[in-house]
């Protein structure tokens, strides 16, 4: 099954922020428009009804003379001229957003019914105001500033830079709350390749709480660590303490034991205890590798000089010259020494009693795949995960040689730990396919080995 993709830690801290702090600025601009526009525009419209007011009263109670004069000083003093209202004065009204609807109901509130207000009247703009005198009606044109606007572009460029800064708050606080966990994850992953040393957390963290995290988990490595080589000591220790009663064994049974076939027999067996301590030892051993550009071909064929003299074993190999990949040729020869061996155990083809081994390479962009293939049984699908697994022994088709259960678990831990991939799987025709995917090295570091055939690799069927 593939994992479900969902968010780091990281993004869903900073989507959370993000989200609290979006919140946080519209409720702050709701108070603000209840607090502030209000009051405002309600001001705004107060200020230009009563200049109106004021203007008609002095209009009213003034002679026609006088009338006149007064227009005259309002428009020299105060930049408000006052015109007649005839019937066919063209007026444009206010656009939606240059003028609150607000004031507009509060100043129609103020005047009276028939109050109205206009962008521009006969092709001259500014801020007309129409009003009654008795039966007489009029044009109060106001300079534009007097109308106070409440909202606008500034409002909405500060709101942006508010969001702005918020979200970029929101990022530095989600980085600095994970970035404890990043490093406790990048330590787990270290400690779990069997990197030790590089999974050290800092013991000195200002937060109580991560600073406890820390030196515990700095403690648990280095317990783990300890179990690691005691472990290894161990079994180290076991191996070289067994050789010994082994090889007296061995001599033993040369010199006392008269029968040929009771000889053999114990030899063999013998021999069968030996090389489960070497697989011991192999499954012990420390996880590090020195890689380097390793030319596949001559690995193979130095495993296949070691079983060319087998009879019941049959190999088909398919590698393009100058095929190279980054590894350490040791542990390489290992694992496709194990394979062989595994192959010539457990994948013989039932009519001829012979192992036929299929051996493939090609490159395939920065990988090289490797597919060592026998024609036997196959093995159960609910099996396959497991035997890679330490000391598991698949059915009994596949068991009837003895061994450690070791084999295929060394070859998973060493491809592992020569940065590549292991996997097993059934074919359609019959048989068992090991399928390694390894690195392929930089053309600089073949090159600083050998000139590289170019050759077409053959595919793996």
Not at 315 to 320: A, G, K, P, Q, Y
């Amino acid at each position: 099954m593939r994992p479900r993709v969902g968010l780091s830690l990281f993004w869903r801290t900073f989507f959370l922020l993000s989200l609290l702090l979006v919140g946080s600025i519209v409720a702050w601009l709701q108070t603000f428009r209840a607090l502030e526009f209000e009051p405002r525009a309600v001001q705004t419209a107060q200020q230009i009804a009563s200049l109106v007011n004021l203007s008609r009263a002095a209009l009213i109670h003034s002679d026609s003379i006088n009338r006149v004069s007064l227009i005259k000083t309002l428009a020299d003093s105060e930049g408000v001229r006052i015109l007649p209202r005839e019937p066919n004065d063209k007026s444009a009204p206010f656009t939606e957003g240059e003028v609150d609807q607000r004031v507009l109901d509060e100043l129609v509130n103020r005047l009276g019914p028939g109050t109205v207000m206009a962008a521009s009247v006969n092709g001259e703009e500014g801020l007309w105001v129409g009003f009654k005198i008795d039966a007489d009606r009029y044009w109060m044109l106001l300079d534009r500033s007097r109308l106070t606007k409440v909202g606008g572009r500034t409002w909405l460029i500060w709101l942006i830079t508010a969001a702005g800064l918020s979200l970029a708050g929101a990022a530095l606080i989600a980085r600095l709350i994970n970035r404890p966990l990043k490093q406790l994850s990048f330590a787990a992953s270290r400690v779990r390749d069997g990197d030790f040393d590089a999974s050290r957390l800092d013991e000195k963290a200002v937060t109580s709480e991560i600073r406890e995290v820390n030196i515990g988990f700095n403690r648990m490595a280095q317990q783990l660590a300890k179990i690691e080589q005691d472990r290894a000591v161990m079994l180290a220790g076991i191996s070289h303490d067994l050789r010994t009663p082994l090889a007296r064994l061995r001599l033993e049974t040369e010199m006392s034991v008269a029968d040929q076939d009771a000889r053999d027999h114990m030899a063999a067996d013998i021999d069968q205890l030996d090389a489960i301590i070497d697989k011991f030892l192999d499954y012990a051993r420390p996880d590090h590798a020195e890689l380097k550009p390793v030319l596949l071909n001559d690995v193979i064929e130095a495993c296949l000089y070691a079983v060319q003299e087998q009879g019941d074993m049959k190999i088909n190999l398919d590698v393009s010259k100058g095929l190279y990949v980054l590894a350490d040729e040791v542990e390489l020869a290992r694992v496709i020494s194990n394979l062989l061996e595994n192959a010539r155990r457990y994948g013989k083809t039932p009519e001829t009693g012979i192992a036929i081994v299929d051996i493939a390479a090609r490159a395939r962009n920065e990988w090289v795949l490797l597919k060592v293939r026998d024609h036997g049984m196959g093995v159960a699908p609910d099996a396959l995960p497991n035997l890679i697994k330490p000391f598991f022994r698949g059915d009994a088709a596949r068991t009837a040689a003895t061994g450690a259960g070791l084999g295929l678990a060394i070859v998973d831990k060493t491809v592992q730990r020569m940065g590549g991939i292991f996997a097993l799987a059934n074919t359609t025709t019959g048989g068992l396919a090991a399928h390694i995917k390894l690195q392929k090295p930089k053309a600089a570091a073949t090159q600083s080995v050998g000139p590289e055939l170019r050759s077409e690799p053959a595919s793996i069927h």
